[in-house]
């Protein structure tokens, strides 16, 4: 009989213990939630204040710009098909910048990563320097770079592509190293057991299980990169960016040439996802039996 | 009170479950036999409608189970709980939150997104879990927890449910004989007690014997045994395992008695409580 009621009361403190418990915690919740707003709702006040227009005012005309290029894209839709093939050529450099950037910003990006990851680098001690480094790679944006190596350089698609590059190692490595630390060990240990060297164990060990991840950051790193590339043509880097800002300063009347661009880069963005989507398909499921002879 | 009626599941041209039919008129622990491969999962997965049969019906005290959808499809998931191979929890959240999740088909999304449960819930997971054994692991998180204690507490989410049916699928496969034994008698004592059908999936004949009121052998998605225990004799489990006459019933057992004997002993009645 004392047993069963010693289990009784037992439960009973178990009982009251976790409802203080959740008590606690819901206070808790309810003030960060109401802080939240009060932060997310006197952060719009201010930042309303501070416009120079006055955001409420300027709000109806947010969609003038779209709807200019799209009427008059719509006007003359027949020189579309035109102007899509005049600026194919600087698409297809625009890629090439942003192909070549996320390629070399992908190897060392996987290189870095597997530096920097805790429980996989082989000094441990640069781990915490190299991702100071990743930072810096991050933080400088690319148009700063890019603006340096033009002046030093001088104009063309290469200084873009370095500016991308470097960028892309920074996002990718640290993205990548977060990759690394789900993966599990136990293939790595294995590997170990057999003597093989480290870059053995990463490529054979953690490689092919991060691959698909890998795989699918690096091209959505490739989609971010074909934009900024077109950003960087703004400032002299050549590609399509140089097209477009040309097309939009021409101002009112020339806006369907600025569609027409628009309409390739949507396109080629709408590629690369496809493309994405497939490739991680079959690298996670395998090819298809009998398709990789035909 | 529940019966198939030639229930079919094809995937493409296999076929996993092939015109199933079986009645249950009162509460009683079926225990579901075969080889790997043979269909039981499916057959559970299509009773609680996580896998929906490509022919036939199921019906429940008059419904129609097949053909809930919406809403009414959830609601019968709920009265009719399941339990899985590898306990299926959510690993980084406290015992009781997981236990709790058995009433989400109660709870409106907004209040089981900020995790707000009744204190009454709190306290009826706390006593399930005591009635099962591991109340004390209460705040931990149910990855901290080993695999036949979060197998108790798969069953104590299928028991908050207050479901009519359980269903378990291999719920012993990835356990120690020692927590295999915990687990299928605390399914027992639930039928017992509760008067709840259980029905459970399992891969050792000497488990279905020791706890089960009836049998179901299942092969190549073919129902080929329903019996009670005791018409389950050794030439009938080799035929529905598809074995030669090598085969014995201690090569499935995973009861630690059986180790070191050629016959597992049936227990009494009285013993199985």
């Known amino acids: 009989m004392t047993d069963i009621a010693g289990s009784a009361t037992r439960v009973a403190d178990i009982q009251a213990a976790y409802l203080a418990q959740a008590r606690s915690k819901r206070v808790m919740n309810l003030i960060l939630i109401v802080i939240f707003a009060a932060l997310l709702i006197a952060g719009f006040r201010t930042a309303d204040r501070r416009n120079a227009g006055g955001f409420w005012d300027g709000l109806p005309n947010i969609l003038d710009f779209p709807a200019d290029v799209i009427g008059e894209a719509i006007e003359r839709a027949h020189l579309l098909p035109g102007y899509l093939i005049k600026y194919l050529p600087s698409l297809i450099e625009t890629i090439n910048i942003a192909g070549a950037s996320t390629l070399l910003g992908a190897m060392a990006g996987l290189v870095m990563s597997l530096l920097v990851t805790r429980g996989l680098g082989p000094v441990p001690w640069l781990v915490g320097p190299l991702r100071r480094v990743l930072d810096i790679l991050r933080a400088v944006p690319e148009i700063v770079i890019a603006l340096v190596l033009i002046f030093m350089l001088g104009g063309g698609p290469v200084p873009a592509m370095i500016a991308i590059a470097l960028h892309t190692t920074g996002a990718l490595g640290k993205l990548f190293s977060e990759v690394n630390e789900n993966a599990s060990l136990r293939p790595v240990e294995g590997l170990a057991s057999v003597g093989a060297t480290w870059t053995q164990r990463m490529l054979l060990g953690v490689v092919p299980q991060v691959a698909p991840n890998y795989l699918s950051y690096a091209l959505l790193r490739f989609e971010i990169n074909i934009r900024a590339s077109a950003i960087l043509g703004f400032v002299g880097a050549g590609g399509i960016g140089y097209d477009l800002r040309n097309t939009m300063s021409w101002g009112a009347g020339k806006f369907d040439e600025a569609a027409a661009i628009f309409l390739l880069l949507f396109l080629s963005i709408v590629a690369v996802d496809q493309m994405s989507s497939i490739l991680r398909h079959r690298l996670t499921h395998g090819a298809k039996p009998g398709e990789i002879h035909r | ?273």
Request: charged residues 20%; glycine residues 6%; neutral net charge.
């Open chain 2, 1 to 273: 009170m529940l019966s198939f009626d030639k229930v079919t599941k094809s995937f493409g041209a296999n076929t996993a479950v092939q015109a199933a039919s079986f009645t249950v008129d009162r509460p009683m622990m079926i225990g579901i036999i075969g080889r790997s491969g043979a269909g039981k999962s499916t057959l559970l997965r299509i009773l609680n409608r996580l896998t929906d049969a490509t022919t036939g019906a199921i019906t429940f005290e008059g419904m129609n189970v097949t053909a809930l959808r919406g809403s009414a499809k959830r609601n019968w998931q709920a009265q009719c709980a399941m339990i899985f191979q590898q306990f299926n929890l959510v690993p980084r959240m406290d015992v009781v939150s997981n236990v709790l999740h058995g009433t989400l088909n109660r709870r409106s999304t907004l209040t089981s997104m900020f995790n707000l449960f009744p204190d009454a819930d709190i306290t009826r997971a706390i006593d399930i879990l005591d009635r099962l054994g591991i109340a004390e692991h209460a705040p931990k998180r149910a990855e901290a927890l080993s695999g036949g204690q979060q197998q108790r507490v798969a069953i104590a989410r299928a028991l908050m449910q207050d479901p009519r049916l359980i269903l378990a699928d291999e719920p012993i496969a990835s356990l120690d004989p020692m927590n295999a034994q915990v687990v299928m008698q605390s399914l027992r004592d639930i039928h017992e007690q509760d008067g709840r059908t259980v029905i459970a999936n399992l891969h050792t004949l000497d488990t279905a014997r020791q706890f089960c009121d009836r049998v179901i052998g299942m092969r190549d998605g073919r129902i080929v045994f329903d019996g009670t225990p005791e018409q389950l004799t050794t030439g009938v489990a080799r035929d529905i395992y598809g074995a030669d006459a090598s085969f014995s019933e201690a090569a499935t057992s995973t009861r630690i008695e059986t180790l070191g004997t050629t016959r597992p002993r049936r227990p009494e009645p009285a013993e199985a409580l």
